[in-house]
T-cell receptor, first 112, second 112 residues
């Protein structure tokens, strides 16, 4: 069964303390790996899509990387405004029509 | 501004009273989808539509209906809501290549 697993479930950081979030996936053929940010009570906000192993994308303090089995979201010198839940989703080729399979998310809290 | 608009944002209803949650997008996207989000379960797909008059079931379709009579609109219908449908609902849209998804702001539904 296709699956996306995120770890840790929750992460507390001090402002400036860099860390990484993990997303491991098992799909038969990965078409794309998506990262979203979600603030409480709001819709997911698109961050990145990665398509092939070795690919990296950056946006401000965030950098996403992809291997054949997992993706990492690296947060460098985080600020309190980076506090949110980060979701990853795998999209596979074929029968599911490119639908997204979401992980349960990592809730990040950054304390000043 | 490119966006997905859901209405209402909040809804409290009683068991068995039919309701419709509307979703509209202004990006001329072919693909639209409904998700529900529950604590500990993440985002799960309810229904999706590849284009006008083309809809299909997602992972949790029981108790829901959809229609796609116009490209921009994709309403979610609960014919006889039950308390287990209390959830946070999101509509999303994407162009035909499904390489980028835009989410609405969400509808928080409570069925008592």
């Amino acid at each position: 069964e296709d699956q996306v697993t995120q770890s840790p479930e929750a992460l507390r950081l001090q402002e400036g303390e860099s860390s990484s979030l993990n997303c491991s996936y098992t799909v038969s053929g990965l078409r794309g790996l998506f990262w979203y940010r979600q603030d409480p009570g709001k819709g997911p906000e698109f961050l990145f899509t990665l398509y092939s192993a070795g690919e990296e994308k950056e946006k401000e303090r965030l950098k996403a990387t992809l291997t054949k089995k997992e993706s990492f979201l690296h947060i460098t010198a985080p600020k309190p405004e980076d506090s949110a839940t980060y979701l990853c989703a795998a999209q596979e080729y074929g029968g599911s029509q490119g639908n997204l399979i979401f992980g349960k998310g990592t809730k990040l809290s950054v304390k000043p | 501004e490119a966006q997905v608009t859901q209405n209402p944002r909040y809804l409290i209803t009683v068991t068995g009273k039919k309701l419709t949650v509307t979703c509209s997008q202004n990006m001329n996207h072919e693909y639209m989808s409904w998700y529900r989000q529950d604590p500990g379960l993440g985002l799960r797909q309810i229904y999706y539509s590849m284009n006008v008059e083309v809809t299909d079931k997602g992972d949790v379709p029981e108790g829901y209906k959809v229609s796609r009579k116009e490209k921009r609109n994709f309403p979610l219908i609960l014919e006889s809501p039950s308390p287990n449908q209390t959830s946070l609902y999101f509509c999303a849209s994407s162009s035909h290549d499904r390489r980028g998804y835009t989410f609405g702001s969400g509808t928080r539904l409570t069925v008592v």
